[in-house]
Each structure stands twice: as C-alpha cells, then as structure tokens.
C-alpha cells in the first residue's frame, strides 16, 4: 500500500509558533539489536497521531527517541508555519504506567507541589498554587482528587492526574505512551475525551502509542503503523482496512472471511 500523509493546507490557520515536527531517517539500534530504521515522519501542530504495532515494534522507543531519552541516528527538525527552525520544543510526556506504593501519605496536590518547588511539600502549601493546581486538575475533570492518595486512586484517575501534570507548562508536543492500559471502559473514553478537548484548546500536537483499534478509529487524525519501520500512513479508515495492517496483525484470514460474508 503506498503511504499516505496527511498535511493541513494551510498550518496559519491554526499553528502559532511549532508548525511542524519533521523526523528524518530516524533509526535506534542498542547493542547489535536494530529497533528502529528510516523512521520518517511530518507531524503537524493541532493532530493526533496514533503509532500501532505488535509488541517489538518500537512503538515505545520511538516516543523516548523523540523525548531524547535514547540515542539515535536522523534528524528531528522544528519548524513555525513559514518553514524557518523552531527552537526545542516544550514536550509533555504520560507514560503506560507509573509503581506506586500503595501505604505511601503523598497525595495528588503533594505531587503537584513537589513537581514545581524544591521546598519540602510539608513546609509550604501557598493559598495561589494550591488554585493553581485545582484548575489544572479541573481541566481533565479531577479537581476533585487533590486531596486523595496517590495509592488510592484508580488507574483512570491517576492517568488524569498524570494528563494534567504533563499539561504544566503547556506542551507543543504531547507523547501518550499507551496510557489508558489496564483502565475500565467509563475511565478510558472520559481519558480520550480530555485528550480531544485539550488538543482542541491548545492546538497541541499529540502523538499516541495505543493498541485499542476503535479509540484510535474514533479519535485521530492519522495513524502510523509500525513495525520497526512506517508500514504505513494516513488516515484512520484507510490504515486500519489496509492489507498491511492485516498482515502485520496476522488477520488478512479474517478479512478475507469478512469481505467474503458481506458480499453475500
């Protein structure tokens, strides 16, 4: 299947500042193990792009290659609408999953604190930052988790949590590192109707590792299959009823059968 990319025919329209995060000829190899090679990629300001794959895909690596946490071959290149170099961007970052201990006394406006000052959380706790961090947790509708424990909190609401941390300062680039894994139904579609509200306010590139097919249908832009390489590329309908995603899944069998029963 030939790649298809999306482009915004006019990014003035809604891009003030990062534009476009170009990756050219990205490769990650760690010891003699090649992960990633001629990974090439446009990501546009106000999209949400989904990376699916198998497990070993590098789905992961590539959003730590783009965080700088890993070491890797290409180029990343920021540019505002005209086509001139953008300084670094501000990236936010939630991951699959954070360890907690449960007995632990931290509570979400402890994290808070702790996450912007380097005063103890139990020295200080300013009336105006205390308002602050309510707002911020109101913007992903869990302002009313600021006292609870951390350990305490359910895996959709710690996800909130963290979504909201991310969000401070506000980011260009928002990376979602399979964050719903493990959450219930009700926490997972109030998670994506944030992600859809906050990339709309902000005009936020978001880029998210996901294997839930009917969320990533139902929420981005475009979607990247990958599997050590781009597979392919464009939007939802297309990648995820192309003969690549079915092979790479191991379902071409599957589609076959079900072609064949709507055509009777």
């Known amino acids: 299947?030939?790649?298809e990319v999306i482009r915004k025919k006019d990014c003035s329209q809604l891009c003030c500042g990062l534009c476009c995060t170009k990756v050219e000829n990205l490769g990650v190899t760690i010891g003699s193990l090649e992960i990633l090679k001629d990974i090439n990629l446009h990501i546009h300001c106000g999209e949400l792009t989904a990376i699916i794959g198998p497990n070993g895909a590098g789905k992961?690596?590539?959003?730590?290659?783009?965080?700088g946490q890993v070491p890797h071959t290409g180029k990343l290149k920021f540019t505002k609408e005209d086509g001139s170099s953008y300084?670094?961007?501000v990236m936010g970052y939630v991951p699959q999953n954070i360890s907690l201990d449960p007995t632990s006394p931290t509570s979400v406006m402890d994290l808070f604190l702790s996450s912007g000052?380097?005063?103890?959380?139990?020295?200080?706790k300013p009336r105006r930052k205390i308002a602050e961090i309510r707002e911020r947790l109101k913007k992903v509708k869990a302002d009313h988790l600021i006292d609870r424990r951390l350990g305490k909190l359910s895996g959709g609401e710690l996800q909130r949590v963290l979504l909201a941390l991310a969000l401070d300062p506000v980011p260009e680039i928002l990376l979602l590192d399979e964050p719903v894994s493990g959450i219930d139904q009700n926490g997972l579609?109030?998670?994506?109707e944030n992600v859809s509200?906050?990339?709309?306010?902000?005009?936020?590139?978001?880029?998210?590792?996901?294997?839930?097919m009917d969320m990533v249908n139902k929420y981005a832009d475009r979607v990247i299959l990958l599997n050590k390489t781009i597979i392919a590329d464009g939007p939802p309908y297309k990648v995820l009823e192309s003969d690549?995603?079915?092979?790479?899944?191991?379902?071409?069998?599957?589609?076959?059968?079900?072609?064949?029963?709507?055509?009777?």
């Not at 579609?189 to 994506?192: I, P």
């Open 244 to 264: 690549s995603f079915y092979d790479v899944f191991s379902m071409k069998l599957q589609k076959n059968k079900r072609q064949e029963g709507e055509e009777h």
């Open 117 to 124: 000052s380097s005063w103890p959380v139990w020295l200080v």
């Open 60 to 67: 992961s690596t590539l959003i730590k290659a783009l965080l």
């Open 189 to 192: 579609e109030l998670f994506y």
């Open 197 to 212: 509200a906050l990339r709309k306010a902000y005009d936020l590139s978001i880029i998210l590792v996901s294997h839930d």
């Open 87 to 89: 300084k670094p961007p």
């Open 1 to 3: 299947m030939k790649n």
